[in-house]
């Protein structure tokens, strides 16, 4: 069973378009993360929700936009997508806002031409 | 603000060799200090930990000391196997719960 799975895997786009990434986790964990890692391998975080409410919100376009429908869900929607959107997004999720551990996803590999 | 700093890769080492990733950081207040390790087509995981200053974080033959005096966190290994290719992450967590991340080094082991 796997722990914290996202879709698509891969993802090749046209700039403008509007995509979405799915997430899910089955740890029965509180707290879910939106990471970005860009091509000099950098990752940063994006979006923190704990129980389906934001609690981290880091610098990121408005045309990023998180979704939680429950605990077990965190979705990253991308309006009108642009050539510097194209990197490598990783879900992940912890027991609470406060655990140390963080399980994270495969990772979906954003290419936006 | 907090940043985390280590060695550029990529490493290429023969097997049964000694393995250091340096990491150094700079962090206010007091961080936890994480070692990931990023395998091959998988998510990140995490591999050991250290929370205090003189904590060891171990995990797998992995080692880690956590030297508030040089701000470090080291990643050592004493004999590498060809199952250790990844990349590897070093990462602090301060303050806030959000991790800050290193840009991760990639160990490649040739038998």
């Known amino acids: 069973d796997t722990a914290v799975s996202q879709t698509p895997k891969y993802l090749v786009t046209q700039m403008g378009n509007d995509k979405s990434i799915k997430c899910e986790q089955n740890l029965g964990h509180d707290t879910m993360y939106w990471y970005k890692q860009d091509s000099k391998k950098f990752l940063k975080i994006m979006f923190s929700y704990n129980n389906k409410e934001l609690i981290i919100n880091e610098t990121v376009p408005n045309r990023f936009s998180p979704k939680s429908p429950d605990k077990a869900h965190l979705n990253l929607h991308i309006n009108s997508l642009e050539l510097g959107d194209s990197a490598v997004y990783f879900c992940?999720?912890?027991?609470?806002?406060?655990?140390?551990?963080?399980?994270f996803g495969p990772g979906t590999r954003l290419t936006v031409t | 603000g907090n940043s985390v700093t280590q060695m550029e890769g990529p490493v290429t080492l023969s097997e049964e060799a000694f393995l250091t990733i340096n990491c150094t950081y700079t962090a206010t207040g007091y961080p936890s200090l994480f070692w990931y390790v990023q395998y091959p087509g998988e998510g990140l995981q995490l591999l050991l930990k250290a929370t205090k200053a003189d904590d060891k974080g171990s995990n797998k033959g992995f080692e880690a000391t956590y030297r508030k005096e040089t701000t470090s966190f080291h990643l050592e290994k004493g004999s590498v196997q060809v199952s250790d290719s990844a990349v590897y992450f070093c990462a602090l967590r301060a303050g806030s719960y959000q991790l800050t991340f290193g840009k991760g080094t990639k160990l490649s082991v040739i038998p």
């Open positions: 992940a999720s912890s027991q609470d806002s406060a655990a140390y551990e963080q399980y």
